[in-house]
């Protein structure tokens, strides 16, 4: 009886290695708890960079909004600065255009009243030299040139104002 061996030998085709049911060895359990812990540590890892990734998704896309809102706010601004440029330019052109034209009407006028003044002037000169056109020699007196013009028009005007200061004494 000492022969016999109380357990019966294992087949030789199978090892605990081949068995997946069997129990692991516990090198093997500590390898597969560390990759285990590796992968939740990478799927955390992972999630914390998705959710990370989505945040700033979402603040570029905030971001390109604000953006476009504020370029859309400039040029409806500059828009409307340059319509109001171009108004007050043409307002501008118009007020020359009127001011040139009073200016040029105001020149005529004065040029047209220094005409009348030196036609006027020409024919008091003229009537004044035909009053007094004889000097005794013959020659015609330019009165724009006499200075004794104011004074026989004083002397007349003391003439007129004689007979009265004649009249009361």
Same mark, same amino acid.
């Given at each position: ?10 087949? %030789? ?6 068995? %997946?049911? @069997?129990?692991?060895?516990? *090198? ?5 708890? #560390? ?8 799927? +955390? ?8 990734? +989505?945040?700033?998704? +979402?603040?570029? +896309? !905030? ?23 171009? #108004? ?8 020359? *255009? ?21 036609? !006027? ?7 004044? #030299?035909?009053? !007094? #056109? ?22 007349? @005007?003391?003439?007129?104002?004689? %007979? ?6």
């Amino acid at each position: 009886m000492a022969d016999r061996d109380p357990a019966p030998p294992s087949s %030789p085709t199978k090892s605990s290695a081949d068995d %997946p049911l @069997a129990s692991p060895s516990p *090198k093997k359990k500590e390898d597969l708890q #560390s990759a285990a812990a590796k992968v939740a540590e990478l799927t +955390q890892s992972q999630s914390d960079l998705l959710s990370r990734l +989505q945040g700033l998704k +979402q603040d570029l +896309q !905030n971001w390109r909004s604000t953006l476009d809102t504020q370029v859309k706010n400039y040029k409806d601004e500059l828009l409307e600065l340059k319509g109001r440029l171009n #108004s007050d330019l043409d307002q501008l052109k118009t007020d020359f *255009k009127d001011l040139k034209i009073t200016l040029q009407k105001q020149q005529e006028e004065v040029s047209s009243s220094l005409r009348n003044l030196g036609m !006027n002037d020409a024919a008091e000169t003229h009537a004044e #030299s035909d009053c !007094n #056109s004889n000097d005794g020699k013959g020659k015609l007196k330019d009165s724009s040139l006499d200075e004794t013009k104011e004074e026989k028009l004083s002397d007349v @005007a003391v003439d007129k104002s004689s %007979p009265k200061e004649s009249d009361a004494l």
